[in-house]
């Protein structure tokens, strides 16, 4: 699935600012987290930002 997003990414040159991917896990005992959303984003000067939701270990 992951693999199909990013060739979607790299098939379409309108994407300039960025994009988020979101993980959503099964109940598991490694975590609390249901889903955890990781966003990435270029700035005008082409650097690469990265965020993402706060793990609740």
Known sequence: MIFI??????Q???IKSGYS???TFD?????ENDSI???????ESSE???KST???W
């Open 54 to 56: 706060p793990i609740r």
């Open 21 to 23: 991917i979101k993980f």
């Open 12 to 14: 379409h040159e309108d």
């Open 37 to 43: 959303v990781k966003e990435y984003s270029v700035t």
């Open 5 to 10: 997003f990013f060739n979607y990414l790299f």
């Open 27 to 31: 109940k598991n005992p490694y975590f």
């Open 48 to 50: 690469t930002q990265c």
